[in-house]
């Protein structure tokens, strides 16, 4: 029986809905003073980020993969450099690395899901460069064996901390370990703008300069012409809206925190489903779960039950991993990251969700379990 319940993944409509006077004020406010590009509201939300995150410097930027891309083209990535990532990630970790001029190495991940630190050790050969981890679903990497690697081999880490603002390993903010990182303001986000957004930390000075003027046309922050550029500026409104936005943003942690708990608590006892880390399982690890992605038995008859009882779930990108799609040319077997996405599947978590929600998906999914 439906009970009428709906539970969207996300409602984007919200974002502006629930926050509508606080969203008119920012519109109103950058409105009057005709403040749309590189204006205060960027500067504060620049400063906001290096402080939050605890680097030197913060650039915004037009988007994560933008701004993955800009790092790689900082450091000087050369045609036939390759950087280690994992399989498990957004295209955007490898596209930025292309367009770069590298060639990215897709390798498998372990049990977390995330990048599997041993075979990035033994995947490093004459032509790697970097290693480029991606801390997915709110989830930073063991930083601390992979900068040992890196520090070892003499390799740059660029951080794909694209889901993972606020994120923190062993109480060090995701992002800040490696040489840069960069991070993604899409509207989903944990913190999200009303559109595109990105921003690229770094506490080395030349990665600061290089990616300044490769994102505004060449120029240094006075306006001087260094080199050629393009445009990938983080647009003033969307940083005004960040602005607004972070005011809560460690409310919203705690809140998709809170939600994983409540997940965690009610599935542990399915042995049908392997469930994420919880929030409270490893002093190590802080997650800001920007999502919360099971792995299931019977993944699509699943997926389908909770669509049927009103429950919006996704399967995140494509149901395949980096080195999946035929049309970009790889050709390795991964087995660990081909079974994850054979099972995985990623119920609601965000700030539209009620504790009656999560409960109401939970039984949703015992119930299934015990019918079949
Ligand atoms: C892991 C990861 N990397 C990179 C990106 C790209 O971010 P953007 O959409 O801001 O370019 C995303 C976006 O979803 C992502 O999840």
Redesign the pocket.
């Known amino acids: 029986m439906n009970t009428g319940r709906k539970v969207p993944f996300f409602d984007y409509s919200r974002l502006y809905l629930d926050n509508k006077a606080e969203m008119q004020e920012v519109l109103e406010d950058v409105g009057k003073r005709g403040a749309y590009i590189m204006q205060r509201d960027l500067v504060e939300f620049e400063n906001k980020l290096a402080e939050y995150t605890g680097s030197k410097f913060a650039i915004g930027v037009g988007?994560?993969?933008?701004?993955?891309e800009l790092c790689w083209l900082a450091i000087g990535l050369k045609k036939g450099d390759e950087v280690i990532i994992s399989s498990h990630?957004?295209l955007?970790?490898a596209s930025a690395i292309i367009t770069a001029g590298g060639t990215p190495v897709p390798v498998d991940i372990g049990e977390d899901g995330l990048i599997d630190v041993d075979v990035v050790e033994s995947s490093i050969n004459s032509n790697t460069v970097g290693i480029s981890p991606?801390h997915?679903n709110g989830r930073t990497c063991n930083m601390e064996k992979i900068m040992k690697i890196a520090h070892d081999k003499g390799l740059v880490v660029i951080e794909?901390a694209?889901?993972a603002l606020g994120s923190k390993f062993k109480g060090k903010s995701a992002g800040t370990f490696g040489d840069a990182a960069?991070f993604?303001?899409?509207p989903a986000?944990v913190l999200g703008s009303l559109g595109?957004?990105?921003g690229v930390i770094t506490n080395r000075s030349d990665i600061y300069e290089k990616v300044f003027q490769l994102h505004d046309h060449g120029r240094d922050p006075q306006g001087e012409v260094k080199s050629w550029g393009r445009n990938s500026r983080l647009d003033n409104l969307q940083a005004a809206v960040l602005n607004s936005n972070f005011q809560k943003y460690n409310l919203v942690i705690k809140r998709r925190r809170e939600i994983a708990n409540i997940y965690n608590i009610e599935l542990q006892q399915l042995e049908e489903l392997t469930l994420p880390p919880g929030p409270v399982e490893d002093d190590n690890s802080f997650d800001v779960y920007?999502n919360y992605e099971i792995q299931a038995n019977n993944r699509d008859q699943l997926r389908q039950e909770l669509s049927d009882k009103g429950v919006g779930t996704i399967i995140q990108w494509g149901g395949k991993g980096v080195h999946q799609w035929p049309a970009l040319g790889f050709s390795m077997k991964l087995p660990k990251t081909e079974r994850f996405f054979e099972r995985c599947l990623m119920l609601p978590i965000n700030m539209f969700v009620s504790d009656e929600d999560v409960y109401y998906v939970c039984d949703t999914i015992k119930k299934f379990y015990r019918s079949t």
Not at 63 to 68: I, V
């Open positions: 988007n994560a993969t933008d701004g993955l990630t957004m955007a970790t991606t997915l794909d694209a889901q960069s993604s303001f899409y986000k595109d957004g990105g920007q």
